[in-house]
């Protein structure tokens, strides 16, 4: 059974740092990995998907990397700033037409 | 484009009541929608998968009989949470496939609905 961990649970940063977020996976057989933002008590935003076939993904100050063998995704935040503030939930999906398996999340917090 | 919805964002209900979430793909056809539960400081965990016109299809652990899920046309699915109690309380987030978008197998989420149950 597929099994998602991300490390740190929680993270403070000083405004202006670079940062990574780490996620792991049990089975490589996946079909891509998706990255997510939750501000509290809200819904999921899509950051980065990466499909399996794929070795990482840019948009904007984020960057996502993806070592299927390895079972290992980083996510890379540049420059970071206070907005960039909340929970970042790492997902993978299986086979296509499946549901994710999410991780618990790295609760970030940059202050200013 | 891609926009999925759900109604209501938050209900707050008594023991014993049942409650009925809606969700819908706005502006395309969902095949395949999955309902997700959170509890606070968890992540999201799959409870069922609802293929348009037939029964969903549930997680180990959740109850078919208390967790109603009707995917009556592409655009719509519904979770109903029968005869509910405070440990039912959490966060209910859906999400939706659609074959015709894009060419990624991408899932788009609803903003989800926050049920508090006394």
């Known amino acids: ?112 | 484009g891609a926009v999925v919805s759900q109604h209501p964002s938050r209900v707050i209900c008594k023991s014993g009541t049942s409650v009925k979430i809606e969700c819908r793909s706005l502006d395309f056809q969902a095949t395949t929608m999955f309902w997700y539960r959170q509890f606070p400081k968890q992540s999201l965990m799959l409870m069922a998968t609802s293929n348009e016109g037939s029964k969903a299809t549930y997680e180990q652990g959740v109850e078919k009989d208390k967790f109603l899920i009707n995917h009556a046309s592409l655009t719509l699915s519904t979770l109903t949470v029968t005869s509910a109690h405070p440990e039912d309380s959490s966060f209910y987030i859906c999400s939706a496939r659609g074959a015709t978008v894009g060419s990624t197998d991408t899932q788009y989420f609803g903003p989800g609905t926050r049920l508090t149950v006394l």
């Open chain 1, 1 to 112: 059974k597929q099994e998602v961990t991300q490390i740190p649970a929680a993270l403070s940063v000083p405004e202006g740092e670079n940062l990574v977020l780490n996620c792991s996976f049990t089975d490589s057989a996946i079909y891509n990995l998706q990255w997510f933002r939750q501000d509290p008590g809200k819904g999921l935003t899509s950051l980065l998907l990466i499909q399996s076939s794929q070795r990482e993904q840019t948009s904007g100050r984020l960057n996502a990397s993806l070592d299927k063998s390895s079972g290992r995704s980083t996510l890379y935040i540049a420059a970071s700033q206070p907005g960039d503030s909340a929970t970042y939930l790492c997902a993978v999906g299986g086979q296509a037409g499946t549901a994710l398996i999410f991780g618990k999340g790295t609760t970030l917090s940059v202050s200013s």
